[in-house]
């Protein structure tokens, strides 16, 4: 016969699946284990880190069943304000950089549209300048190469990728003003 303290869920929830080679009496031992183990711990609690509703019994750090999170890990009696207490020093820092990117935004954007502005009549110019250039007979390999990708976007451009990611310019007055913060 199989002693109920001496189970532990997972155990008992192995022996529950074959049941073949088993006694009534362990089948009720270990179904006692399962059904005193959720009576303790309720099944639809939402997890407060994660919002899960699987719930796990699993080994905890001192070595203890605890009944966990199956998508965060975290204990059950793990609380709304430790994770306030957890997130807190992340939540200031992307509170400063959204202030950061606000002030950025206010001072750059209008500069920024500008300079597009004009950097895109002076790329059209340039590029029909070499089209011309090329009809009449003068240009070189470099000359032509750029005409015939002219129609390329120039986000897909080689040297766009970096610049893209980075925020261009921007990127150090964007450190510039999460530091003053």
């Known amino acids: ?86 997130q807190a020093p992340t939540r200031a820092t992307d509170a400063k950089r959204t202030v950061a990117i606000r002030q950025l935004a206010e001072a750059e954007l209008e500069p920024s549209v500008t300079a597009a502005l004009e950097a895109r009549i002076a790329y059209v110019n340039a590029i029909a300048a070499l089209g011309w250039l090329i009809r009449q007979g003068h240009g070189d390999a470099r000359a032509a190469r750029l005409l015939q990708e002219a129609d390329t976007p120039p986000s897909r451009w080689p040297e766009a990728a970096p610049a893209a990611a980075s925020g261009g310019r921007l990127a150090a007055r964007l450190a510039e003003l999460e530091g003053e913060q």
């Open 1 to 86: 016969m199989l002693a109920e303290a001496a189970l532990t869920v997972r155990e008992a929830r192995g022996l529950l699946q074959d049941t073949s080679r088993l006694s009534p009496e362990a089948i009720d031992a270990a179904q006692k284990v399962v059904d005193r183990f959720y009576a303790e711990h309720p099944r639809h609690k939402v997890c407060v880190a994660c919002g899960s509703m699987r719930w796990e019994e699993r080994t905890g750090q001192s070595g203890d069943l605890i009944w966990a999170c199956m998508g965060c890990h975290r204990s059950a009696d793990f609380t709304r304000e430790q994770l306030f207490a957890e």
